[in-house]
T-cell receptor
Framework: DGGITQSPKYLFRKEGQNVTLSCEQN?????MYWYRQDPGQGLRLIYYSQIVNDFQKGDIAEGYSVSREKKESFPLTVTSAQKNPTAFYLC????????????FGQGTRLTVV | KQEVTQIPAALSVPEGENLVLNCSFTDSAIYNLQWFRQDPGKGLTSLLL?????REQTSGRLNASLDKSSGRSTLYIAASQPGDSATYLCAVLQGGSEKLVFGKGTKLTVNP
């Protein structure tokens, strides 16, 4: 079955650590997105990528980094520079034809301990 | 900068009622608008996608309309059921930047 897989489902980070969240899709989609969701804030865009080896900052990119070395994969690293990383992180993908639905993974809940 | 607003933020209705959720956006230069459903602690599930050239889309008890010139969309849910309880989000695919921009959602509770 085609879809988007995010892992892990739950992640705990100590202060000062970098952690990487995985997002893999087998939908052959060109575009991929990372969002952060906090209670009452809705979904805020962190980074997005339209093609391999290219990505753009979203509205809250500070403290995060991404790579897009393969079409199927768009990992997100939460660095120690992100002061308040505890949140629910969601990955999405869609085709670049601008006529297709966006599909989401099941999310990763990151907690700083 | 595109801003998407959803009203109301929360809605509670008795089972069987027809209801309307609203979504507005400030920049009409969009490629499409999509409605999603989110259950607590889960990812988003796509409900309906409306292209910028379309006026409405239907799927079962759901009907979404789009008035691009006025920057508005509505999601109509007919004969609501307790299983419809969830948060409903709308998102626009922004022209030019191709950002997918979300509203904050409407939390719907359908009471048996």
């Amino acid at each position: 079955d085609g879809g988007i897989t995010q892992s892990p489902k739950y992640l705990f980070r100590k202060e000062g650590q970098n952690v990487t969240l995985s997002c893999e899709q087998n939908l052959n989609h060109d575009a991929m997105y990372w969002y952060r969701q906090d209670p009452g804030q809705g979904l805020r865009l962190i980074y997005y990528s339209q093609i391999v080896n290219d990505f753009q900052k979203g509205d809250i990119a500070e403290g995060y980094s991404v790579s897009r070395e393969k079409k199927e994969s768009f990992p997100l690293t939460v660095t120690s520079a992100q002061k308040n990383p505890t949140a629910f992180y969601l990955c999405a993908s869609t085709n670049r034809d601008r006529r297709s639905e966006a599909f989401f993974g099941q999310g990763t809940r990151l907690t700083v301990v | 900068k595109q801003e998407v607003t959803q009203i109301p933020a929360a809605l509670s209705v008795p089972e069987g009622e027809n209801l309307v959720l609203n979504c507005s956006f400030t920049d009409s230069a969009i490629y499409n608008l999509q409605w999603f459903r989110q259950d607590p602690g889960k990812g988003l599930t796509s409900l309906l996608l409306i292209q910028s050239s379309q006026r409405e889309q239907t799927s079962g008890r759901l009907n979404a309309s789009l008035d691009k010139s006025s920057g508005r969309s509505t999601l109509y849910i007919a004969a609501s059921q307790p299983g419809d309880s969830a948060t409903y989000l709308c998102a626009v695919l922004q022209g030019g930047s191709e950002k997918l921009v979300f509203g904050k959602g409407t939390k719907l509770t359908v009471n048996p």
